[in-house]
């Protein structure tokens, strides 16, 4: 038996008539003749019970003196007693006491390993996986939500455990939305283990959350705990496949949460993290553009934020989001608009101050201006006393200055008060999409440093722009791409406002018309920057749309219904360019 001597592995022993044919890897066969070496089919008799006689002298197979003497040889020069085989193993009892035990090829234990739709209800289709040496790899479409399932294999081994619990084929189940790894123990005591990784067939990142329970979220103001999982399976934006935390969840929004559907959230992370490639945060937002059927307004609106350099541009990918086993749509996974060193840079605590301007609030500290701009305090959330006075006063003395016979001087006037800059920027971005919100009466974000100029800190919320909006019935232009709109109307209608003052000063138009032109050429991209994102969202849109079925439905706040996404996206561009053009002829009046 030197083929067992040299370490083959054993493959399977035949039954050949006058010898047993036992087959090694490599094509090693070795013939065993039956009237020499005691023989035992493993598939048919127990594992043989080898003892010595009173005396010690003789070999004792079941209880049955074998004639054959104890030997003290090395086991190279021993001679075998018995030899016991099945399927799995081969061991070769020698005179010297010792046995050699050889089985499969470590390597080879598994040889089949999948998932049966038969078996797992999630499924739909049978997973079959490769098997690689000690690695077992399958692929699952990226749609499958749950991954607890129960795998079913063929294996030689005596023992198979996860963790320490035994595994049995089609009945245990597992956790594969992580490696899991299988102990295996084969009949020759060999040690080894296999790796079973299932990976997404999936081209599109996506968000899986299962709350604690499969709880609802049913308001905004109380968080539901549980898991979330982040899939990025072409590592798109971050250099890892799989993100997963524990976390809670709560709703956010306004209309938004209170009209659709499709509802956004609001996650809060464990601990601080990386996600998608974002710089590491606990907070995180889900958009959920229901009624934006483009599913792009506030990606052209963070693209414009970019290309004017504003201090801070949210930063948001596309994902599918499946919550609780349900597929929920396409859903835009980002920051959350906070204070933080990346984000609104200022010090709460040294009394700077994050405001938003918001008619409908829903923080505990709000006040509206002399002017009718209503503004809530975001941090801090509750601020002192001397806090309030100093930025409610400083309001005050702006709007004085602002509607002040001085307001054009640039020591008395609105520009001791206010980042002309950030105003300007923040003017060609809500005009140039015909943002509803962006007349000054709610979704916009200011910062103010104690001591310091009122800022444009970001943008945020687009979905009544671009064309998405039929509330401009009485704007010139209508619900259409022309006419001045954020320039002309503040909350309180047509002459009335910030911007309609600002607009007032011949130095401020200017400002606007070089900036415009300066920008112009990079807004001339942005179609070509929506056919890009167009085409990406191509097959998340489609189940987006399968899930909610709105395209040939009216929905509010929506000026026409086109029925298929690609009108849509046409429809989107139509608006932009048309806009773009209407505004270049009539700034360059100025």
Known sequence: MDAVQSGLWYEKAEDCGDYLAVFFDGGTVVNVPFDEVKTIDGNIFDEPTIARNREGTRWLNNL??????VETAADSESYPICLWYDIN???IYLCNGSVIARGCDPKRVFRTFSFLASDNRVLSEDIVCTINELEISGERPNFYQSLRLKPHFECTAAKITVGGEPQVSGETVQDFSVPVVYDIELYDGTAVSYTVTLKSTGDFPAVYINTD???????????????????DPLKEHSSVTTFRSRMKIKGRGNSTWSFFPKKPYHVKLEEKSKVLGMKGDKDWILLANYNDKSLLRNAVAFEL?????????????PVDLYFNDQYVGVYEFGEHKEVGKSKVNIDPDAGDVYLEL?????????????MSVPLTYK???IPSKEVREEVEGFFDEFEKALQGVNFTNPTLGYAAYIDIKSFVDNYIIQEL????????HKSTFFSKKKGGKLEFCHVWDFDLSL???????GVPGGNGPEGFYVKDYGFQGYGWGWYYRLFQDPAFRTKVKNRWNELKPKFEKIPEFIDRRAAYLEKPAYRNFQRWKILGTNVWSQVEVFGSYPREIDYLKDFYTKRLQWLDKEINKW
Do not use: H, Q
Request: proline share 8%; hydrophobic share 30%.
């Open 64 to 69: 049955v003196d074998t004639g054959l003497f």
């Open 89 to 91: 193993c081969i061991r």
């Open 213 to 231: 329970g499969g709880r609802p979220v049913n308001d905004k103001i109380n968080y539901i705990p549980g898991t979330i999982r982040v899939e």
């Open 305 to 317: 934020s970019r290309i004017c350099g504003f201090s801070w541009t949210p930063v948001f990918y």
């Open 358 to 370: 918001e008619c409908y609030p829903d923080e505990p500290y709000n006040f509206w201006t002399s």
């Open 379 to 381: 941090e801090p959330e």
């Open 433 to 440: 999409t015909k943002n509803f919100d962006g007349n000054l």
């Open 467 to 473: 064309g998405n909006c039929n509330f401009f019935g």
